[in-house]
């Protein structure tokens, strides 16, 4: 173990070996570790404690409304691209308990509740995943209210980035500007190279949080060949991106094709079963349901994720404001590409490819958005 | 028996607070006022347009304006029209019981900018409550402005809101106060017509004259025409617009409207901000 810390910006390098010291060290601190799985026969995200509860060896396939893991030829524990779980799981998880009251006669008290306090470390956050926090950060921390509860797990949060070396058969990262590398926002960045010296990884440290942990556990300086190695590993990525969106003026593209052709066509294909709103690393929307116990002595009030493809999201007295699917299409990728842009300041959209392998209907978010340009896909 | 309420750790925030029914009045056959009485009284303040979210224990919490007078202090009012679930049970509450209460929340109407000018509300329906609180202050202040003409459409006569209150506006000097009805009956001796029918009796001066309408949007869209042909800039139509409403606190999604969040960026709106969503269906 080295004396120093290493400096904030600087390359270690960590062997295959010590990933399970890492996770530990992290335990340690009282951070519960989530990482990726292999379940169900996709990555997902779930607590770990050591490097075999990691996928190593598995990569995957992905296309429009396809998703298959697949055995890599390597040990590579992050051979595999983003599935189909964002960390918008931890950070603003499905189902939260907004309000415990107890009836008191005719009156009710609003019961004080100890927020649960969760410390997570999250291991093997992709570049464009760093950007859906940064834009999960402006919803909930940078405008008029603050949610205190996503407050709370943010910051308590501990975040170890992983650099992207093959790219998924749906991303489009690059065009969006926000990978395939991880440029800031991480505690720790790593950057896998399975090769024949060793498999190893390129740490670079983000934060004074990231130097010390890295500081408990075996490492040493990166050499130059080896940071030049990690570099192309990830240009590799980029050059492999074979989706992109033309981002420029998207914006007025799509409020001034409000009655485009193109929506009904995609509405024909699209089953408004919210699949993509649940996949998406950004997409934030909640309902509230209210449930009493039997006797009505006590009531509970729970925020869950909703979606803008659900009849009852546009309701208002009289019926809902959004009845047709090719309404709730519009408003989705309206929202993503032009109003986010007004309401928050940046695109909801940071090309991770989720909505496009999960769609059943073979949807594609980058084929759309070209149609809307007046550009038709020529397949 | 007053209610505790604590500071919980609220994921929604501002944090809910209980108020304490004081009254429910009845104003029409489904319609009727609640005054409330929140337990911190700084709660209470609010400026003409903002609205409430209405916690019902057990039932929902719904987006009701605030109805009452903004110089009384303490106290909030609402009038509700019972169209629902939630609506009904918050029309049922009893004198003593608690409700939960978050808000104020909301842009409200530029009334302190009107100041020198005519002020006409064109309002329909239960849209004449989120006004109400308008036609207050501008009454407490009436030196400061011209004229105010009240327009105001309703169903029928037994769907009238306020109907003492409109009358005795209706006597004050340089106020004018007209009201109608969609179906009048035997004993209605006003007017029978849509809102807009009211324009042919007043006389607007464009350029002075600051417009706050507020019902359902096609009674808007057809206000909005007539204040059109009749010469006043958009920047001088003002309206209440309504959507789904989870949160109202920018969180939920559910009140998009075009670039908007209704429940932060509105509900009030200026028509140079409306003009370009008004009119496009299912947006
Ligand atoms: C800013 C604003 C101000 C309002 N001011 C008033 C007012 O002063 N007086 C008044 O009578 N009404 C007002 N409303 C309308 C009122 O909120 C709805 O009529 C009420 O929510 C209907 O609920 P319900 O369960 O009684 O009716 P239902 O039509 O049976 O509704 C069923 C369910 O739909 C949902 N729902 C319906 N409308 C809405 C909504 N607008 N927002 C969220 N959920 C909704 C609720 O979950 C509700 O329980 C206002 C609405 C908004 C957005
Ligand atoms: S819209 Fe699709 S590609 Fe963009 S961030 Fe969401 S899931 Fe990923
Ligand atoms: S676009 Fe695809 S994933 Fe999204 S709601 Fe429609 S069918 Fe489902
Ligand atoms: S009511 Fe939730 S975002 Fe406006």
Redesign the pocket.
């Known amino acids: 173990m080295s004396a120093t810390l290493p400096a904030t910006g600087s390359q270690s390098v960590i062997e295959f070996s010590a990933l399970t010291a890492l996770i530990s060290a992290l335990r340690r601190r009282g951070y519960e570790v989530i990482g990726p799985v292999v379940r169900d026969g996709a990555v997902t995200l779930e607590a770990v404690e050591k490097v075999e509860d990691l996928p190593v060896g598995w990569g995957d396939e992905q296309e429009s409304g396809h998703y298959r893991l697949k055995r890599r030829e390597d040990n590579a524990v992050f051979g595999y691209t983003v599935g189909p779980q964002g960390w918008k799981r931890f950070l603003h998880p499905p189902e939260v308990p907004l309000l415990e009251a107890q009836r008191d006669n005719s009156s009710f008290r609003i019961l004080k509740k100890p927020p649960a306090p969760v410390r997570y470390a999250f291991l093997g956050v992709r570049a464009c995943e760093l950007a859906a926090i940064r834009i999960l950060d402006r919803v909930f921390l940078g405008d008029r209210y603050v949610e205190p509860g996503y407050k709370g797990r943010r910051e308590a949060a501990f975040l170890i980035a992983v650099n992207c070396t093959k790219a998924g058969g749906t991303c489009f990262c690059t065009s969006m500007g926000t990978g395939p590398r991880a440029a800031s926002g991480f505690d720790l960045a790593l950057t896998e190279l399975p090769g024949r010296e060793g498999h190893r990884f390129v740490v670079e440290v983000g934060s004074e949080a990231g130097a010390a942990v890295l500081g408990e556990i075996e490492h040493r300086k990166a050499r130059e060949e080896e940071v030049r190695e990690a570099q192309a590993a990830v240009d590799n990525a980029a050059g492999q991106m074979r989706r992109a969106v033309d981002t420029e003026g998207i914006r007025d593209v799509l409020f001034d094709n409000f009655e485009h052709p193109r929506w009904d066509r995609v509405a024909a294909r699209c089953l408004s079963c919210a699949n993509c709103t649940m996949v998406c690393p950004t997409c934030f929307c909640t309902t509230v349901e209210d449930v009493t116990d039997i006797a009505g002595d006590r009531a509970e009030r729970w925020r869950k994720w909703d979606s803008c493809f659900t009849d009852g999201f546009s309701y208002i007295h009289g019926g809902s404001v959004r009845l047709s699917v090719k309404s709730r299409y519009r408003q989705w990728l309206t929202h993503k590409f032009a109003a986010w842009v007004d309401q928050f300041g940046t695109f909801g959209c940071v090309g991770c490819g989720r909505c496009i392998t999960w769609c059943p209907g073979r949807i594609d978010i980058t084929e759309e958005l070209r149609a809307m340009r007046g550009v038709e896909a020529s397949a | 028996m007053s209610a505790i309420a604590e500071t919980a750790a609220p994921p929604m925030p501002p944090r809910m607070i209980t108020a304490r029914v004081v009254s429910v009045v009845k104003e029409t056959h489904d319609t009727f006022t609640l005054t409330v009485e929140p337990e911190s009284p700084e709660c209470a303040n609010f400026s003409p347009g903002q609205f409430s979210m209405l916690y019902v224990y057990g039932v929902g919490e719904l987006?009701i304006s605030i109805s009452g007078d903004p110089h009384d202090t303490g106290r909030l009012v609402y009038t509700v029209r019972s169209v629902g679930k939630a609506t009904n049970a918050l029309v049922n509450t009893k004198p003593g019981q608690s409700i939960g209460i978050r808000g104020p929340f909301g842009t409200s109407w530029p009334v302190d900018e009107a100041r020198g000018n005519d002020v006409l509300i064109v309002a329909g329906g239960i849209g004449l409550a989120p006004l109400r609180p308008a036609i207050y202050r501008i009454l407490r202040n009436r030196d400061d402005y011209v004229r105010l003409i009240v327009l105001y459409g309703a169903r029928s006569p037994k769907d009238l809101l306020y109907r003492k209150q409109l009358s005795e506006w209706g006597r004050l000097p340089d106020t004018q106060v007209l009201s109608t009805v969609d179906y009048g009956g035997v004993n209605w001796r006003g007017y029978v017509g849509v809102v807009t029918t009211l324009f042919r009796y007043v006389r607007l001066h464009p350029g002075r004259t600051t417009a706050l309408i507020c019902g359902p949007e096609i009674m808007m869209r057809y206000v909005i025409r007539e204040l059109e042909k009749r010469g006043l800039p958009d920047s001088d139509i003002h309206l209440s617009m309504e959507?789904?409403?989870?949160?109202?606190?920018?969180?939920?999604?559910?009140?998009?409207l075009g670039p908007y969040?209704?429940?932060?960026d509105g509900p009030i709106f200026s028509y140079t901000k409306m003009r370009p969503w008004l009119d496009k269906h299912e947006l």
């Open positions: 987006p959507r789904n409403m989870k949160c109202a606190v920018g969180f939920c999604g559910h009140c998009q969040f209704v429940c932060k």
